[in-house]
């Protein structure tokens, strides 16, 4: 994680397209300014990037999903539950399924685990748009390639 | 079983906190009951559930923005309940 830049997932681990789930590495890292106000001398991983790190695995399941044609944009959240503390230096897995595909809008189930242990989840709704004018699809295409997405998955699947 | 209309307005009246009885067949889900693009994605979620089908929502804004269609085709709740019988007829063809 690069949590400055927004970067809140590593590597994707597995995306399976059949079965609409993704589960991906998020490393917490141990220095951040962050957490030089989250909080001083009792640094924690702010809930709403642990909500942000959900979406963004939910946001590359999705493109996966709809194969590098459609951005999904956060559109809702509901039944957000941070379960417990997240500190600096811990593993996170992040997992996320596809529970409907609307027309615009898809709706994932999304959860945190740190050591087999769920410290977060949440139903998170987003828009799905055609890739904005511009650069965009390409910079999630550079991007894709640092967190290891898995293109042969898009390709073939 | 209920009708279609008693089905979307009670999902109408769940998911945006609309007293169920001032949810009619002529109400514009936009002009009469103030229900916005965010509000409808639930509204959308749930119909698809309900009915098993797939609102094309994007067809539709695509439609109205285009002037090919207005919002009363679509959204006022007798016509929108018309497409939605339609929808699900077609899926059982």
Redesign the interface.
Known sequence: MRLEYFQLIDRIIDLNLNDLTIRVEANVPTDSTIFEGHFPGRPLMPGVLLVEAMAQASGWLIIGRTRFKKMPFLAALKEVKLRTFVTPGQALLVSAKIMHEGSGFAITEAEVKVDGKMVCNADITFRVVDFPPGDFASHMHEVSKRIAFPMESVNHG | MPSTFDTVANIIAETCDIPRDTITPESHAIDDLGIDS?DF??I??AI??AFGI??????W?QEVNDGKATTEQYFVLKNLCARIDDLVAAKGK
């Open positions: 965010l994605l639930d959308a979620f698809d559930k797939k609102l094309p929502l994007e067809q804004t």
